[in-house]
């Protein structure tokens, strides 16, 4: 009960914006809670899925969602957190597509670590095309960038926001 997983509607929203770049991608799901929308990813054919968190009340619950639904391969659970699997990531040379990120509201300085790290060091793992995705609450807006990411896009439904960001073009 401490995780607010992302709404259904919200999910269905996220997925009919990225509909047309899933299928195949490498797709990233920081501070995953349930699982909910990695797990989704897969649904969609994203060609392989990393989930990071680092409670382990949400990491069972995510290894339970998967086995639940007879997902045996095409996805890695990190369940020391996101820093650690961005790290990772960018060690391995490893290139993903989308990268969606919902940490808990009340943790700003997490949004801003996450994202400063995607901007910052991480974005040597994004693809050329890559978004970064972040889910938060409506009234605090994210900055307008975080290194080389930019916001692209806003999309506000009730209490909760998405803000899209890429690569800032060279």
Known sequence: MKTRPTSDRLRETLFNVLAPSIEGARFVDLYAGSGAV???AISREAEFVWFAENASAAVKAVRENLASLKVSDGFAIEARGAVVLLDELVKRGEKVDLV????????????????????GRGSAMLAEDARVIAEHWSKEELAASYGQLERVRVLKQGDAALSFYARRAE
Do not use: K, M, S, V
């Open 38 to 40: 990695g797990i989704e």
């Open 100 to 119: 969606f990120l919902d940490p808990p509201y009340e943790a700003a300085a997490e949004y801003a670590r996450t994202l400063e790290l995607l901007g």
